[in-house]
T-cell receptor, first 113, second 114 residues
Framework: DVKVTQSSRYLVKRTGEKVFLECVQDMDHENMFWYRQDPGLGLRLIYFSYDVKMKEKGDIPEGYSVSREKKERFSLILESASTNQTSMYLC????????????FGPGTRLTVT | AQSVTQLGSHVSVSEGALVLLRCNYSSSVPPYLFWYVQYPNQGLQLLLKYTTGATLVKGINGFEAEFKKSETSFHLTKPSAHMSDAAEYFCAVTYNTNAGKSTFGDGTTLTVKP
């Protein structure tokens, strides 16, 4: 069974803090993704990575950065958290071998106060 | 740019009734098509997918979907709704390029009334 884990289910941070969200997958998938999910807006892609140290911007990269130093781990960084980054963050991974079906983690609900 | 439209952000059915969730995509080349389900406070999980071959695909929990190329549609159905089907459903389109980046619809919340 593919497992995608995220470091926290719930997180509360203050405005201006640097925030790290970690995602780990155990199926040797080459692709990894970070989304944010907000009511009425569906899933919006923040960044994705198709290989170690490779990354590409998604639809809403502003205010975020990512790091992928190892194949299994993909980190999302909020350089200076703001209240409009309060959201549910979902990590996913996929493989070309399985037609890119995505496996999702349980999500991190981040509140920035 | 590829896009996915899910008609109806909220669908309500009675228990035992037919479930029909609509999905249309814009594409000039054959895509991979997916339906995902999300239960409250959880991540998304795959319900079913179409890649090639038979256009009617069956998934988990009694759901199925039919790929209709001429209509660029991939509607999700289930003959008889169960209370446990209440969730949010997302249609997604992926192409076998660009690291498999998917475009998701905005989601449809399914309510099942007793």
């Amino acid at each position: 069974d593919v497992k995608v884990t995220q470091s926290s289910r719930y997180l509360v941070k203050r405005t201006g803090e640097k925030v790290f969200l970690e995602c780990v997958q155990d199926m040797d998938h080459e692709n990894m993704f970070w989304y944010r999910q907000d009511p009425g807006l569906g899933l919006r892609l923040i960044y994705f990575s198709y290989d170690v140290k490779m990354k590409e911007k998604g639809d809403i990269p502003e205010g975020y950065s990512v790091s992928r130093e190892k194949k299994e781990r993909f980190s999302l960084i909020l350089e200076s958290a703001s209240t409009n980054q309060t959201s549910m963050y979902l990590c996913a991974s996929s493989s070309t071998d399985r037609a890119h079906e995505q496996y999702f983690g349980p999500g991190t609900r981040l509140t920035v106060t | 740019a590829q896009s996915v439209t899910q008609l109806g952000s909220h669908v309500s059915v009675s228990e035992g009734a037919l479930v029909l969730l609509r999905c249309n995509y814009s594409s000039s080349v054959p895509p991979y098509l997916f339906w995902y389900v999300q239960y409250p406070n959880q991540g998304l999980q795959l319900l079913l997918k179409y890649t090639t071959g038979a256009t009617l695909v069956k998934g988990i929990n009694g759901f199925e979907a039919e790929f209709k190329k001429s209509e660029t549609s991939f509607h999700l159905t289930k003959p008889s709704a169960h209370m446990s089907d209440a969730a949010e459903y997302f249609c997604a389109v992926t192409y076998n390029t660009n690291a498999g980046k998917s475009t998701f619809g905005d989601g449809t919340t399914l309510t099942v009334k007793p």
